[in-house]
């Protein structure tokens, strides 16, 4: 059924206030406002604002420092790889930017069979992926939503010789609250919504018809999702469709909306930039189009805004990219993504892809890239089925939980995919990775982690804490 209370939380004069009030590249002002952020703490509004309008290249230079430091306090060298499942184009919404709106007649339409799902599934499980971020147009024609349930029983159920995915994360429409409770009940990790924009004129020019048209019931679904149970929830911005800063301003007061009522802010933000999509000239030109200099200021803002928040970065971007901000706060990242239903099986049919992808490397590759640049994959999925989620994640999280647990199951994981599957160029390559980061890891963990990995090269498998 649907219900939803009214949306007060968003508060544009607050937002234009503090966009306009800040004075331009302070250093006294944005040196105490980066000293504050190396604290751990996360920043206000105020303060977001503030770093959002510099632009002197030293002060900037200082933004990135400080978010260098803060990510790798937290999460250290880890890296953790998902890649996207996309069961359906079809849609009933007409977002301008999309190559699955309704009344897109360039793309070829599919919807996976149950079948299908499952070798789809096998095809990711077979490359070595563990997690895996299922995703869909909106709309289950002839199957209702039980068929998301069915497609998330049926990937579970999916095991080959050398793994199987263990954890599945949703980005669907939003759904009513007994839907989520479903859904909950189904084992999912994390469900993900990008609102696209939070500036109400912006989303109704974007979002023509369709139920993609009720800005009230999108942007209320993190509180019915959390109502219903599903405690890790991910936020996300289309970045393009309007200004950046109105957009991590208000996204900040969506976290903190959370916060006050559900006692935890989201689990992770994702970073979209519109990329070029077959039947949409909009998404050619985007009206806001972020440059790259902006995109790696407002990924280093956010990173010392909700230092605990995990960031994802997909395969819109470049390889070149992707690297960069892995340094700047980005702390998950898809690989080997198709992003058309059927693409892992059947690659000659891209023409059904949501949008153009930067990286088009296998995930053997985007491993190998990672951890020659000194970075650790990892393939992770220990928290939720400990049940560390939620509040629960986040205070275990700020007194180090991250480095401790996360740190071992990191290596554990990765351990496993280079033993299972990678080339011996990434063989070669994770080795010294994992090396240099025993090394520079405390005698405890260490000691965790060696006999973690032990247990891998002595044939078991998904060890975790
Ligand atoms: N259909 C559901 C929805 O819109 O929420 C869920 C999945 S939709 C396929 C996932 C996301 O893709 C959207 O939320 C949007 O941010 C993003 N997207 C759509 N068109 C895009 C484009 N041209 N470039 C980059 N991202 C795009
Ligand atoms: Fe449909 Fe989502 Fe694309 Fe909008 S963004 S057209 S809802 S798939």
């Not at 937002?15 to 800040?22: F, M």
């Not at 080959?160 to 189904?186: Q, S």
């Not at 800005?215 to 393009?240: P, T």
């Not at 000691?447 to 498998?461: C, F, N």
């Given at each position: 059924?649907?219900?939803?209370?009214?949306?007060?939380?968003?508060?544009?004069?607050?937002?234009?206030g503090?966009?306009?009030?800040?004075?331009r590249?302070?250093?006294?002002?944005?040196?105490?406002?980066?000293?504050?952020?190396?604290?751990?703490t996360?920043?206000?509004?105020?303060?977001?604002?503030?770093?959002s309008?510099?632009?002197?290249?030293?002060?900037?230079?200082?933004?990135?420092?400080?978010?260098?430091?803060?990510?790798?306090?937290?999460?250290?060298?880890?890296?953790?790889?998902?890649?996207?499942?996309?069961f359906?184009?079809?849609?009933?919404?007409?977002?301008?930017?999309?190559?699955?709106r309704?009344?897109?007649?360039?793309?070829?339409?599919?919807?996976?069979?149950?079948?299908?799902?499952?070798?789809?599934t096998?095809?990711?499980?077979?490359?070595?992926?563990?997690r895996?971020?299922?995703?869909?147009?909106?709309?289950?024609?002839?199957?209702?939503?039980?068929?998301?349930?069915?497609?998330?029983?049926?990937?579970?159920?999916?095991?080959?010789?050398?793994?199987?995915?263990?954890?599945?994360?949703?980005?669907?429409?939003?759904?009513?609250?007994?839907?989520?409770?479903?859904?909950?009940?189904?084992?999912?990790?994390?469900?993900?919504?990008?609102?696209?924009?939070?500036?109400?004129?912006?989303?109704?020019?974007?979002?023509v018809?369709?139920?993609?048209?009720?800005?009230?019931?999108?942007?209320?679904?993190?509180?019915?999702?959390?109502?219903a149970?599903?405690?890790?929830?991910?936020?996300?911005?289309?970045?393009?469709?309007?200004?950046?800063?109105?957009?991590?301003?208000?996204?900040?007061?969506?976290?903190?909306?959370?916060?006050?009522?559900?006692?935890?802010?989201?689990?992770?933000?994702?970073?979209?930039r519109?990329?070029?999509?077959?039947?949409?000239?909009?998404?050619?030109?985007?009206?806001?189009?972020?440059?790259?200099?902006?995109?790696?200021?407002?990924?280093?803002?956010?990173?010392?805004?909700?230092?605990?928040?995990?960031?994802?970065?997909?395969?819109?971007?470049?390889?070149?990219?992707?690297?960069?901000?892995?340094?700047?706060?980005?702390?998950?990242?898809?690989?080997?993504?198709?992003?058309?239903?059927?693409?892992?099986?059947?690659?000659?049919?891209?023409?059904?892809?949501?949008?153009?992808?930067?990286?088009?490397?296998?995930?053997?590759?985007?491993?190998?890239?990672?951890?020659?640049?000194?970075?650790?994959?990892?393939?992770?999925?220990?928290?939720?089925?400990?049940?560390?989620?939620?509040?629960?994640?986040?205070?275990?999280?700020?007194?180090?939980?991250?480095?401790?647990?996360?740190?071992?199951?990191?290596?554990?994981?990765?351990?496993?995919?280079?033993?299972?599957?990678?080339?011996?160029?990434?063989?070669?390559?994770?080795?010294?990775a994992i090396?240099?980061?025993?090394?520079?890891?405390?005698?405890?963990?260490?000691?965790?982690?060696?006999?973690?990995?032990r247990?891998?090269?002595?044939?078991k498998?998904?060890?975790?804490?």
């Amino acid at each position: 059924m649907k219900q939803q209370s009214p949306i007060d939380w968003i508060d544009e004069a607050a937002i234009a206030g503090a966009l306009g009030s800040p004075a331009r590249d302070d250093p006294g002002q944005v040196r105490a406002i980066l000293d504050k952020a190396r604290t751990l703490t996360g920043l206000g509004l105020a303060e977001v604002a503030v770093l959002s309008t510099v632009t002197s290249p030293d002060l900037l230079a200082e933004v990135f420092d400080a978010a260098r430091t803060v990510k790798d306090e937290i999460y250290g060298r880890r890296v953790v790889l998902f890649a996207p499942l996309y069961f359906s184009n079809i849609c009933q919404n007409e977002c301008v930017y999309c190559a699955f709106r309704k009344n897109n007649h360039e793309l070829s339409r599919r919807f996976l069979t149950l079948e299908e799902v499952a070798q789809e599934t096998a095809a990711l499980v077979e490359q070595g992926h563990k997690r895996l971020l299922l995703i869909a147009g909106e709309a289950f024609p002839g199957k209702g939503f039980s068929y998301l349930l069915d497609a998330i029983a049926t990937i579970y159920g999916v095991h080959r010789d050398r793994g199987e995915i263990r954890r599945i994360n949703v980005n669907v429409a939003p759904l009513t609250v007994e839907e989520f409770r479903a859904l909950k009940a189904a084992g999912i990790g994390t469900y993900q919504l990008f609102q696209e924009t939070y500036h109400r004129p912006t989303y109704a020019e974007v979002h023509v018809a369709g139920p993609k048209t009720d800005f009230a019931w999108r942007v209320s679904a993190m509180d019915r999702a959390m109502e219903a149970g599903i405690d890790d929830v991910g936020l996300g911005v289309l970045f393009g469709l309007y200004d950046w800063r109105f957009e991590i301003l208000a996204l900040m007061q969506h976290i903190a909306h959370l916060e006050q009522c559900f006692g935890v802010g989201c689990h992770t933000i994702s970073v979209p930039r519109i990329e070029p999509a077959v039947g949409s000239a909009m998404s050619e030109a985007p009206p806001y189009a972020v440059s790259d200099d902006d995109f790696r200021k407002l990924i280093a803002i956010l990173r010392l805004a909700v230092p605990y928040t995990g960031m994802i970065m997909s395969t819109r971007e470049t390889p070149a990219m992707r690297r960069e901000s892995l340094l700047l706060g980005i702390s998950q990242i898809s690989g080997g993504s198709r992003t058309n239903p059927g693409g892992y099986t059947e690659t000659d049919a891209e023409d059904a892809s949501q949008f153009q992808r930067g990286d088009h490397r296998s995930l053997d590759e985007v491993v190998h890239d990672v951890a020659e640049a000194g970075f650790l994959p990892s393939f992770c999925t220990a928290c939720y089925r400990r049940g560390r989620t939620g509040k629960d994640f986040m205070d275990m999280a700020k007194p180090g939980l991250i480095r401790e647990m996360c740190g071992p199951n990191g290596l554990s994981t990765f351990v496993e995919y280079l033993e299972d599957y990678a080339s011996p160029a990434t063989v070669r390559a994770g080795n010294q990775a994992i090396q240099a980061e025993l090394e520079r890891m405390p005698e405890k963990i260490r000691h965790y982690s060696e006999t973690m990995i032990r247990k891998v090269h002595e044939g078991k498998r998904d060890v975790f804490r």
